[in-house]
């Protein structure tokens, strides 16, 4: 199995600020990896596929990047309503394994 | 519009058994691979099982092999998790997800849509 290692587990950023999470993968996955926003209570909503595409109707200040077994989530001016946990995902093999999370909260 | 919404959740002892259901609308749901997630309390996402367009090819977690079973009705737009054998630490929200096309997978990309989860108590 593929295991998915996102860092860090939480962060703490103001509002305006620049955040940034990583995820690697133990084995490399080329591009197929999704990133995903989950809120309390709500079930998780894809942001990023494919490494470094924006889904339909997300905001721009989310971006991905990366390929191989390194990938990068970036928030680039955060804003409240972005307080959620992220989860990076592969999708290049079954089963498909996600990272453990990264809570974010505003400082 | 795309609505993927899960129930048969409850609470269920230990050995127990449970099937879930999530009926989907909004979409051609034979044209799509369906994948169930669950989420145990305050814990990260966990991938449970994977079951093909058609229904003739499926994949499940380590954890789970022997002991859950995913299918699907595609004339009546629902995807089913039986779950037997049930243990104390698979409480947990179970959701439903669709795979999106296009990923070069037969199984399907991006979790595109999620239901709203139901929720599943494994306790004596």
């Known amino acids: 199995d593929i295991q998915m290692t996102q860092s860090p587990s939480s962060l703490s950023a103001s509002v305006g600020d620049r955040v940034t999470i990583t995820c690697q993968a133990s084995q490399d996955i080329s591009n197929y990896l999704n990133w995903y926003q989950q809120k309390p209570g709500k079930a998780p909503k894809v942001l990023i596929y494919d490494a470094s595409n924006l889904e339909t109707g997300v905001p721009s200040r989310f971006s991905g990047s990366g390929s191989g077994t390194d990938f990068t989530f970036t928030i680039s001016s955060l804003q409240p309503e972005d307080i959620a946990t992220y989860y990076c995902q592969q999708y290049a093999t079954l089963p498909r394994t996600f990272g453990g999370g990264t809570k974010v909260e505003i400082k | 519009q795309v609505q993927l919404v899960e129930s048969g959740g409850g609470v269920v002892q230990p050995g127990g058994s449970l099937r879930l259901s999530c009926a989907a609308s909004g979409f051609t749901f034979s044209s799509y691979a369906m994948h169930w997630v669950r989420q145990a309390p305050g814990k990260g996402l966990d991938w449970v099982a994977v079951?093909?367009?058609?229904?003739?090819?499926?994949y499940y977690a380590d954890s789970v092999k022997g002991r859950f079973t995913i299918s699907r009705d595609n004339s009546q737009n629902t995807l089913y998790l039986q779950m037997n054998s049930l243990r104390a630490e698979e409480t947990a929200v179970f959701y439903c997800?669709?795979?999106?096309?296009?990923?070069?997978?037969?199984?399907?990309?991006?979790?595109?849509?999620w239901g709203q989860g139901t929720l599943v108590t494994v306790s004596s």
């Open positions: 997800a669709r795979a999106a096309h296009g990923s070069g997978s037969f199984w399907g990309g991006r979790f595109d849509y």
């Open positions: 079951i093909s367009y058609d229904g003739s090819n499926k």
